[in-house]
């Protein structure tokens, strides 16, 4: 019994709230031309440039983030400062943009950008983590970054306290981040 693409597609799209690349289809064998014809079917919706969705999948709070970690085509794409502050709901900020981060080397010029921020960095496995199944940085280095980016100090006060009650950071990385933070300040 042959296997058809959009089985295939289904078992990776499951764990990407509904989406799949154009070259993720690709690396599992299947064609441009069928995913054309999944989408023509109504099978896939073209949801940006390169990335379909399953409209079938249901919608959750992560769904806009996981479109924009694939829109970038960049695999090592994280949801990374004000953003990572936000989807762990640590402090009152309140985002207008998705932030993402990908590396240093990476060059996007693609139409959607004006809903995400890219930031270029190159990050450590250390660095990042989960976030229902949306791949985001840790919460220290989203502090970390914030502090760098000009986040207002009281956000990222309570970040650091509610990060640590949350489990999000350690006592160390907590005092760490409260020092980094003072000598920014001053």
């Known amino acids: 019994m042959a296997v058809l693409a959009r089985d295939v597609l289904w078992e990776l799209a499951a764990s990407q709230h509904g989406y799949v690349t154009a070259q993720q289809a690709g690396d599992l064998g299947v064609t441009r031309r069928a995913l054309n014809q999944l989408a023509a079917r109504g099978t896939l919706e073209h949801a940006a440039f390169g990335v379909y969705r399953f409209p079938r999948y ?80 840790t919460l220290a280095t989203a502090i970390a970054q914030c502090i760098e ?29 409260t020092e980094q933070l003072t000598a920014h300040r001053g």
């Not at 959607?112 to 229902?132: K, N, R, T």
């Not at 990222?156 to 640590?164: D, K, M």
Request: hydrophobic fraction near 40%; charged fraction near 20%; charge should be negative.
């Open 58 to 137: 249901p919608f959750s709070r992560a769904t806009p983030y996981m479109l924009a970690v694939l829109w970038t085509r960049a695999p090592e794409a994280v949801l990374s400062h004000e953003t990572a502050l936000d989807v762990r709901e640590v402090c009152d900020v309140n985002p207008s943009v998705i932030d993402v981060t990908v590396g240093k080397g990476r060059r996007l010029r693609r139409q959607g950008s004006e809903q995400y921020v890219i930031h270029f960095e190159d990050l450590e496995p250390a660095q990042l983590a989960w976030w229902e199944e949306v791949p985001v940085v």
């Open 149 to 177: 980016s000009g986040t207002p100090t009281y956000l990222l006060s309570q970040a650091i306290t509610n990060g640590r009650s949350q489990g999000y950071l350690t006592a160390q990385a907590r005092d760490q981040l």
